[in-house]
């Protein structure tokens, strides 16, 4: 958050028919703070199969009331 404190998160797959991953949803544990700003990062993300993410992700954005 903006004061530099992690918020935790959970994760939700949504599986197609053949069993991969088509969305993955990242939601707060606790509601996020109205006006307020937040960084996303995406990172350290290894498939089941080994292959690890070629790049890190940011995401910045901001909640609204």
């Keep these: ?6 918020v935790g998160v959970r994760f939700i ?3 197609q028919a053949n069993g991969q991953a088509s969305s993955i949803t990242i939601a707060p544990l606790d509601r996020y ?4 700003t937040y ?6 993300i ?3 199969d080994g ?3 070629t790049k890190n992700e940011k995401m910045q954005f901001t909640t609204t009331k």
């Design 1 to 6: 958050n903006a004061h530099g404190q992690k």
């Design 13 to 15: 797959i949504d599986r």
């Design 33 to 36: 703070e109205a006006q307020a």
């Design 39 to 44: 960084t996303l990062w995406i990172k350290d």
């Design 46 to 48: 290894v498939s089941v």
């Design 51 to 53: 292959q690890q993410l």
